[in-house]
């Protein structure tokens, strides 16, 4: 199972926000610039995630995107639905094949797991941290520490 752009882009941008909304809302111009991800593409995506209230946008001098919810309560799937993207591997079987009851149950789990994993759970990672300090010195933005993004 691969997960589209939309999908990708969405959850790639949220962990940006989230890993640096402490000093402020966050432009997309930054995330877009840090991420290289189109910003008119950011900006659909992001109109999709405030109607489903998981960003809260700010207007003015200053402003950006902030996250609508503690990181601990947005789940990874609460961003792929309001993208509208579908975790289904089941899909991907034929009408017919022996093995499609393997294939929706391996959809249901992989759904359970993104639900149960929370975006808190994940720019907390060695990994993330290490990517994100890596991208900011990069783009001249501020390093993020473990403490930082907790």
């Not at 659909?44 to 109607?51: D, G, N, P, S």
């Not at 993207?85 to 991907?92: C, H, L, M, N, P």
């Not at 009851?101 to 808190?120: D, M, Q, V």
Request: proline share 3%.
């Amino acid at each position: 199972m691969r997960l589209s752009t939309k999908g990708r882009y969405a959850v790639t941008a949220m962990f940006d926000l989230a890993l640096h909304q402490q000093d402020g809302p966050v432009p997309l111009t930054e995330i877009s610039t840090c991420q290289t991800i189109s910003l008119s593409y950011l900006e659909q995506l992001f109109a999709k995630l405030r109607k489903k209230d998981l960003v809260i946008g700010v207007r003015g001098v200053g402003g950006g995107y902030r996250l609508a919810r503690p990181a601990n309560e947005i789940s990874i799937a609460d961003i792929l639905r309001a993208v509208d993207e579908k975790v289904d591997v089941s899909r991907a079987a034929e009408k017919g094949d022996p093995a499609q009851a393997l294939w929706i149950e391996f959809s249901e789990e992989l759904y359970a797991y993104l639900n149960k994993r929370t975006l808190a759970d994940c720019i907390s990672s060695p990994y993330a941290l290490r990517v994100s300090a890596r991208q900011d010195g990069e783009h001249g933005r501020g390093i993020v520490t473990r403490q930082d993004a907790a």
